[in-house]
């Protein structure tokens, strides 16, 4: 059985703070997706990772995906009021049909 | 270009009773996914649907059944409904069967058993 295990699962932190939130597994995923979630609605994809080693920006947002293929980060750059969600990563094996989600961060961001 | 929606929004029903939800996927894409998702928890993966068939399933009881139409729109069952199936149901579609292929999530039905 695939699991991603996430941390922290809690982080309330003040606007222009920095914080990063890991995903980790002990198995290989093909690509891994990251989510946000608001109370009340579906997944928002934010950002896919595919290759081991990876980088990839989205205004405040980067995100990281390991060498080998097994974890993933997101580095959330000055918070604000607005990243406050439930950040979930996915990941994604070759030749499976599900996606693998991990339990989520909820980030609270306070002005 | 259309989302994808679901309905209904909110849903309450009694133990035993049988629900079903409603998906519409998002417009070019041909894969629906049905995912259920307990409060504070992530999405548990129930099944796949690609072109009319069920084309892949999770750890769910047979109780959960699903339907995909011509016009890749999709319906979730479930069957003597349970306490523990309170939660919230979200579909997703895609362009392709592989779970590589990005996933785009309807807001989901929050259902509640009592």
């Known amino acids: 059985t695939q699991l991603l295990e996430q941390s922290p699962q809690f982080l309330s932190i003040q606007e222009g703070e920095n914080l990063t939130v890991y995903c980790n597994s002990s198995?290989?995923?093909?690509?891994l997706q990251w989510y946000r979630q608001e109370p009340g609605e579906g997944p928002v994809l934010l950002v896919t990772?595919?290759?081991?080693?990876e980088v990839k920006k989205l205004k405040r947002l980067t995100f990281q995906f390991g060498d080998a293929r097994k974890d993933s980060s997101l580095h959330i750059t000055a918070a604000q009021p607005g990243d406050t969600g439930l950040y979930l990563c996915?990941?994604?094996?070759?030749?499976?049909?599900?996606?693998?989600f991990g339990s989520g961060t909820r980030l609270q961001v306070q002005p | 270009e259309t989302g994808v929606t679901q309905s209904p929004t909110h849903l309450i029903k009694t133990r035993g009773q049988q629900v079903t939800l409603r998906c519409s996927s998002q417009?070019?894409?041909?894969?629906v996914s049905w995912y259920q998702q307990a409060l504070g928890q992530g999405p548990q993966f129930i099944f796949q649907?690609?072109?009319?068939?069920?084309?892949g399933r999770g750890n769910f009881p047979p109780r959960f059944s699903g339907l995909q139409f011509p016009n890749y729109s999709s319906e979730l069952n479930v069957n003597a409904l349970e306490l523990d199936d309170s939660a919230l149901y979200l579909c997703?579609?895609?362009?392709?069967?592989?779970?590589?292929?990005?996933?785009?999530f309807g807001p989901g039905t929050r259902l509640t058993v009592t």
């Open positions: 997703a579609s895609s362009h392709g069967q592989a779970a590589s292929y990005e996933q785009y």
């Open positions: 198995s290989v995923f093909s690509s």
């Open positions: 990772v595919v290759t081991g080693g």
């Open positions: 996915a990941g994604a094996d070759m030749g499976r049909r599900a996606l693998t």
């Open positions: 417009s070019g894409h041909n894969t």
């Open positions: 649907y690609y072109r009319e068939e069920e084309n």
